[in-house]
T-cell receptor, first 113, second 115 residues
Framework: GQQLNQSPQSMFIQEGEDVSMNCTSS?????WLWYKQDPGEGPVLLIA?????ELTSNGRLTAQFGITRKDSFLNISASIPSDVGIYFC?????????????FGKGMKLTVNP | GAGVSQTPSNKVTEKGKYVELRCDPI?????LYWYRQSLGQGPEFLIY????????DSGLPNDRFFAVRPEGSVSTLKIQRTERGDSAVYLC?????????????FGPGTRLLVL
């Protein structure tokens, strides 16, 4: 099946630093999404991208939908302790009346105060 | 308003037993999804409901897994003859409509441990 390759798998940074993560796929997606998951919780949507080449910001978060539609990146600027968590990229598949998300394996972010 | 809720939050069972996991979607959401998340992995799609019907159950791993949504709201994921490999977090999500790209809102999950 379709898989998303997410990297890096983990990052340990100092508060105030920027962090970037990316996601690639062998398949084309028409919608890319970035989620954050805190311990014991379900994923929460951060940013959704709908058009190839699109660059979207949400506060300190910036994400881009790759022009080939096979990749995306997420950047977090000026990190703060509450940014700690696991970040997932996801591609949306819509076909034959179905709709489902395919997730990457996640990037665990640790922010040192 | 209330988000997606799932019960129980944790379930411990013995190999071979039957379990039911419940999902209460956000009120008015017509689409409901079940995902399974193993340790250190991203969620994996199991099944998608549009209203009462399962529009896509291609992610169910085998016939021990079954899900229903009889009134188009609450859904129950049923696992028969549980195996240790079924241990995972089972996540439910709902979205307002079937319009492509509509945000899926996730519940906190049910942590299933099969001993």
């Amino acid at each position: 099946g379709q898989q998303l390759n997410q990297s890096p798998q983990s990052m340990f940074i100092q508060e105030g630093e920027d962090v970037s993560m990316n996601c690639t796929s062998s398949s084309i997606f028409n919608t890319w999404l970035w989620y954050k998951q805190d311990p014991g919780e379900g994923p929460v949507l951060l940013i959704a991208l709908y058009k190839a080449g699109e660059l979207t910001s949400n506060g300190r978060l910036t994400a881009q939908f790759g022009i080939t539609r096979k990749d995306s990146f997420l950047n977090i600027s000026a990190s703060i302790p509450s940014d700690v968590g696991i970040y997932f990229c996801a591609g949306l598949i819509t076909q034959g009346g179905s709709e489902k998300l395919v997730f990457g394996k996640g990037m665990k972010l640790t922010v040192n105060p | 308003g209330a988000g997606v809720s799932q019960t129980p939050s944790n379930k411990v069972t013995e190999k071979g037993k039957y379990v039911e996991l419940r999902c209460d979607p956000i009120s008015g959401h017509t689409a409901l999804y079940w995902y399974r998340q193993s340790l250190g992995q991203g969620p994996e799609f199991l099944i998608y409901f549009q209203g009462t019907g399962a529009a896509d159950d291609s992610g169910l791993p085998n016939d021990r897994f079954f899900a229903v949504r009889p009134e188009g709201s609450v859904s129950t994921l049923k696992i028969q003859r549980t195996e240790r490999g079924d241990s995972a977090v089972y996540l439910c999500a709902s979205s307002l409509t079937t319009q492509s790209g509509e945000t899926q809102y996730f519940g906190p999950g049910t942590r299933l441990l099969v001993l």
